[in-house]
């Protein structure tokens, strides 16, 4: 029973590392551009890592109030029309061509 459990702590602290390197990494790509990685892992290990992400998803992501989503709604529509308009809004300008009205 001890040896199952100290196998499941040591395969945790690895899931743990594994996360904390693909984190570090992620923070560092915004400075020194795209990283190719290779991970080799075994299938357990793996199955491991993947249930300790859904297990910090879960506990980090709380559901939103009815308030909240919609605030978070008008926000992603106000920056959608913003995004759309900055767009729109170009126009080439030519010193040299005078246009005629």
Excluded: Y
């Amino acid at each position: 029973m001890k040896v199952a459990k100290i196998q499941k702590a040591a395969a945790a602290a690895a899931a743990t590392n594994i996360l904390e390197a693909i984190a570090q990494l992620s923070s560092s790509e915004a400075e020194d551009g795209p990283k190719k990685m290779k991970i080799v892992v075994k299938k357990e290990e793996l199955k491991q890592v993947l249930e300790a992400i859904r297990q910090r998803r879960s506990t980090l992501v709380r559901p939103m109030s009815l308030d909240q989503r919609l605030n978070f709604m008008r926000r992603r529509q106000i920056l959608r029309a913003a995004a759309r308009t900055r767009s729109a809004s170009w126009r080439p300008v030519l010193q040299s061509i005078p246009e005629e009205l």
